[in-house]
């Protein structure tokens, strides 16, 4: 059998599962999450020491290490899946939920009602813990998956779905309301973008390359978790130490992340207060600044920022560092330059936070906090399976709600339409 011929086979049996598990009560598939949370504890060391193998093959390589990060799983990141798999297991079922209701005049009660999108791609780079905490929101939701994980982290995922299946076993779901895609290449990935027949939504996490393939060749919806162009604005009403605090975490505490801040906008009232303290804890933690020709002045000896550098996603220890005019600047700026994903403002001017908040045309935005809580575990979603920076069906983190559709049920007793 050749790659195409398998690869076919494992959706369309994900395809069949879909139906069942579409039926399942919240019960079913609290119990598998239960017993999931329970075989990745005993099998911890066993997921770390897989996860190393595949590490130390991209170390060799000479992977970015912005991309080792995001591939390894210790034991502080295969507890926080644990966690994630928890707080899923406590959130309500949105499958049959009533969205609205209504009587007609004519007597049709008609219900619009939660229920599963049916299968779900998920197409995605480095990171292994995407491959548990998609499938649990999928199944959870009522839904089939469909994981194409990046060959980096193949090890790695094999083992996760391998303990996911045996927990389906064991709850008598089918093993194949997941599965993992790990033959065929980059050619696979343009083949499973073909087969809409069987798989309902396609979810690229990536790179802007993968999800430019994606969306160029896909025959399935797509919702696009894009790049993060994220910005804090420092106003110049801002509390001076609330903003240092806010912008380091923004910027240093895990730069690899999609809502990491990259470009640090200052107003020009505050800056020759601001941006010296900042760049002392910038060089205090190795970040790399790139600044204005305004910021240059009273940052001389930093990188001068290209134009370039204002579309630019790091994903390292690099900050792009602009001084405005105004708030009004601010928000152009960021609505330019940004990719509608998280941005924040730190300022104790409740008018100007609020003409922030309202006119930055992005999934996420903040007043006084750091851009890193764009996180579905953050947000109380108990896990994410992305963050949508498209604007229909979905956008930001993505949990239960954001894996279902609806229907409308109508009951009648006879009505005709006249």
């Given at each position: 059998?050749?790659?195409?011929?398998?690869?076919?086979?494992?959706?369309?049996?994900?395809?069949?599962?879909?139906?069942?598990?579409s039926?399942?009560?919240?019960?079913?598939?609290?119990?598998?999450?239960?017993?999931?949370?329970?075989?990745?504890?005993?099998?911890?060391?066993?997921?770390?020491?897989?996860?190393?193998?595949?590490?130390?093959e991209?170390?060799?390589?000479?992977?970015?290490?912005?991309?080792?990060?995001?591939?390894?799983?210790?034991?502080?990141?295969?507890?926080?899946?644990?966690?994630?798999?928890?707080?899923?297991?406590?959130?309500?079922?949105?499958?049959?939920?009533?969205?609205?209701?209504?009587?007609?005049?004519?007597?049709?009660?008609?219900?619009?009602?939660?229920?599963?999108?049916?299968?779900?791609?998920?197409?995605?780079e480095?990171?292994?813990?995407?491959?548990?905490?998609?499938?649990i929101?999928?199944?959870?939701?009522?839904?089939?998956?469909?994981?194409?994980?990046?060959?980096?982290?193949?090890?790695?995922?094999?083992?996760?779905?391998?303990?996911?299946?045996e927990?389906?076993?064991?709850?008598?779901?089918?093993?194949?309301?997941?599965?993992?895609?790990?033959?065929?290449?980059?050619?696979?990935?343009?083949?499973?973008?073909?087969?809409?027949?069987?798989?309902?939504?396609?979810?690229?996490?990536?790179?802007?390359?993968?999800?430019?393939?994606?969306?160029?060749?896909?025959?399935?919806p797509?919702?696009?978790?894009?790049?993060?162009?994220c910005?804090t604005?420092?106003?110049?009403?801002?509390?001076?130490?609330?903003?240092?605090?806010?912008?380091?975490?923004?910027?240093?505490?895990?730069?690899?992340?999609?809502?990491?801040?990259?470009?640090?906008?200052?107003?020009?009232?505050?800056?020759?207060?601001?941006?010296?303290?900042?760049?002392?804890?910038?060089?205090?933690?190795?970040?790399?600044?790139?600044?204005?020709?305004?910021?240059?002045?009273?940052?001389?000896?930093?990188?001068?920022?290209?134009?370039?550098?204002?579309?630019?996603?790091?994903?390292?220890?690099?900050?792009?560092?602009?001084?405005?005019?105004?708030?009004?600047?601010?928000?152009?700026?960021?609505?330019?330059?940004?990719?509608?994903h998280?941005?924040?403002?730190?300022?104790?001017?409740?008018?100007?936070?609020?003409?922030?908040?309202?006119?930055?045309?992005?999934?996420a935005?903040?007043?006084n906090?750091?851009?890193?809580?764009?996180?579905?575990?953050e947000?109380?979603?108990?896990?994410?399976?992305?963050?949508?920076?498209?604007?229909?069906?979905?956008?930001?983190?993505?949990?239960?709600?954001?894996?279902?559709?609806?229907?409308?049920?109508?009951?009648?007793?006879?009505?005709?339409r006249?």
């Amino acid at each position: 059998m050749n790659w195409k011929d398998k690869i076919l086979e494992d959706i369309k049996r994900t395809k069949e599962a879909s139906y069942i598990v579409s039926k399942l009560p919240v019960e079913k598939k609290n119990t598998f999450l239960e017993t999931l949370v329970q075989k990745i504890i005993e099998n911890k060391e066993k997921i770390i020491k897989t996860n190393e193998k595949d590490v130390n093959e991209c170390i060799k390589k000479n992977y970015s290490s912005a991309f080792i990060d995001r591939l390894k799983l210790d034991e502080k990141r295969v507890n926080k899946m644990v966690k994630a798999i928890e707080d899923v297991i406590k959130l309500p079922d949105p499958v049959g939920s009533k969205i609205w209701e209504t009587v007609r005049p004519n007597g049709l009660k008609i219900e619009k009602i939660r229920v599963p999108i049916g299968v779900i791609g998920i197409i995605y780079e480095s990171r292994p813990d995407v491959t548990i905490e998609a499938s649990i929101l999928c199944i959870k939701s009522g839904n089939a998956v469909i994981l194409r994980g990046g060959k980096e982290a193949k090890r790695t995922n094999l083992k996760l779905i391998e303990i996911m299946k045996e927990s389906l076993r064991e709850n008598q779901i089918p093993e194949d309301t997941v599965n993992l895609i790990t033959l065929g290449g980059r050619k696979a990935v343009k083949y499973i973008l073909k087969l809409y027949q069987y798989i309902d939504l396609i979810i690229p996490r990536g790179g802007e390359s993968l999800i430019k393939t994606v969306v160029e060749n896909s025959y399935i919806p797509v919702i696009k978790h894009y790049a993060g162009v994220c910005h804090t604005y420092v106003d110049k009403d801002a509390n001076i130490e609330m903003a240092l605090k806010v912008v380091l975490n923004a910027k240093v505490q895990r730069p690899a992340t999609c809502n990491a801040t990259e470009t640090l906008l200052v107003h020009k009232n505050i800056a020759e207060i601001f941006l010296p303290k900042m760049a002392q804890l910038f060089e205090k933690y190795n970040v790399e600044m790139r600044g204005c020709t305004e910021t240059r002045k009273i940052l001389p000896y930093i990188k001068e920022a290209t134009e370039e550098d204002w579309y630019t996603e790091y994903l390292d220890l690099i900050i792009s560092i602009k001084i405005v005019n105004s708030l009004e600047e601010a928000i152009e700026h960021i609505n330019k330059y940004g990719t509608h994903h998280s941005d924040a403002i730190i300022t104790e001017n409740k008018e100007a936070a609020e003409k922030f908040l309202k006119e930055v045309d992005s999934a996420a935005v903040y007043h006084n906090a750091s851009t890193r809580f764009t996180d579905g575990g953050e947000f109380g979603l108990g896990a994410e399976i992305g963050i949508s920076t498209d604007k229909i069906h979905a956008r930001g983190p993505m949990g239960l709600e954001e894996l279902t559709s609806y229907k409308y049920v109508i009951y009648g007793n006879g009505q005709i339409r006249e």
